[in-house]
């Protein structure tokens, strides 16, 4: 099928290549000033601005870390973390987070799957998720059909693409569509 094809012995996916393709063309399309060098003196900013967004990861994570032992077992209910974190955010993620206060900022999302579970499922709901995974794993076809699911259980610590509907959906259509063979 279109999905699916051989080179080498390699089985690929056609879409995969098809987005690269388009992405290539954007950045075509965008010019070089998005993928320019970093300019001599600015690499002290663009260092500080790497260090910013770990300080406020973690602070995010700390946060995280106090909401879920309140409410360990059930959580705080789907779709509280945006509703609840602004009553445990620190004094530091804010002053990160909006560069002093320039302008207004609150995180929807923990930034991190993982804790995004146990915030609002409480810790059962993660450790179900965990054995979910850890059974879609075991129930896959073919182990290179697994490398979509790992980028997307990857992408789960430092994003939120459970969140994202078409990002799980392309992720586990991949892993477990039954490929042709020839």
């Known amino acids: 099928g279109i999905r699916d094809y051989k080179v080498t012995g390699v089985q690929t996916c056609a879409l995969p290549i098809c ?3 388009a992405l290539g063309l954007g950045i075509a399309a965008l010019g070089p ?4 060098a970093i300019e001599p003196g600015a690499e ?8 910013l967004t770990l300080d406020v990861r ?5 946060s995280c870390w106090s909401m879920i032992q309140e409410a360990p077992l059930l959580g705080r209910g789907p779709g509280s973390f945006a509703i609840d974190y602004p009553r445990y ?8 987070s909006t560069f002093d206060r320039q302008f207004a900022a609150c995180p929807q999302t923990a930034h ?3 804790l995004q579970l146990a915030v609002e499922g409480g810790i059962p709901t993660l450790v179900l998720w965990l054995l979910a995974v850890a059974a879609m794993v075991r129930a896959a076809a073919q182990r290179a059909h697994l490398l979509p699911l790992a980028a997307l259980l990857g992408l789960m610590a430092v994003r939120a693409p459970l969140g994202n509907a078409p990002c799980m959906a392309l ?4 892993a477990f569509t039954p490929s042709e063979t020839a």
């Open 58 to 62: 973690r602070e995010i994570a700390q």
């Open 33 to 36: 000033a998005p993928f320019r």
């Open 112 to 114: 991190n799957d993982y």
């Open 19 to 21: 987005l690269g393709c």
């Open 171 to 174: 992720a586990l259509w991949f």
């Open 44 to 51: 002290a900013q663009v260092d500080a601005r790497r260090s």
């Open 89 to 96: 955010r620190s004094q530091r993620e804010i002053e990160l």
